[in-house]
């Protein structure tokens, strides 16, 4: 009951339990070792070609291994959304793809906070402020 109420008034504090969740949504693999947690993803060569990757935390690291889990997340909502308005082109200027970089990043961290971490009272305000737009 206390984490209920602790999540609807103040921020979440991301958890084990969320790590695994979150893992799950990249199809990434976590595994429980003696010394901490190991987990089974990607990451990127030098030529930027995906590749598999493995992490290791330790057990007082959980918010470090949420932090990845949510980095990853929210590149995928930030590529959606360059998608989305930009399509697949290139900016013709280095001002141009840094105001891009700048703008998707915003937008990114904006969207995937608010879903993941935002109080449960700010929230319900908001989805009462759309219901009656």
């Known amino acids: 009951m206390l984490d209920l109420l602790k999540d609807f008034f103040i ?19 976590i595994e429980r070792t003696e010394t901490g947690y190991t987990v089974y993803g990607t990451g990127y060569d030098q ?17 470090a291994m949420n932090y990845l889990f949510d980095h990853v997340l929210s590149v995928r909502i930030g ?16 001002e141009e793809a840094s105001r891009r970089r700048h703008e998707i990043r915003d937008y990114r961290i904006a969207v995937y906070h608010a879903a993941e971490y935002k109080p449960g009272w700010k ?3 908001e989805r009462s402020r759309n219901a009656f737009a």
């Open 11 to 29: 921020e979440h504090q991301p958890t084990e339990a969320d790590a695994y969740r979150k893992a799950g949504q990249l199809g990434w693999r």
């Open 47 to 63: 030529n930027e070609k995906e590749v598999p990757s493995t992490y290791q935390f330790p057990f007082d690291q959980v918010d």
């Open 79 to 94: 590529e959606e959304y360059r998608l989305r308005v930009y399509g697949p082109d290139e900016p013709e200027t280095t």
């Open 123 to 125: 929230r319900l305000v």
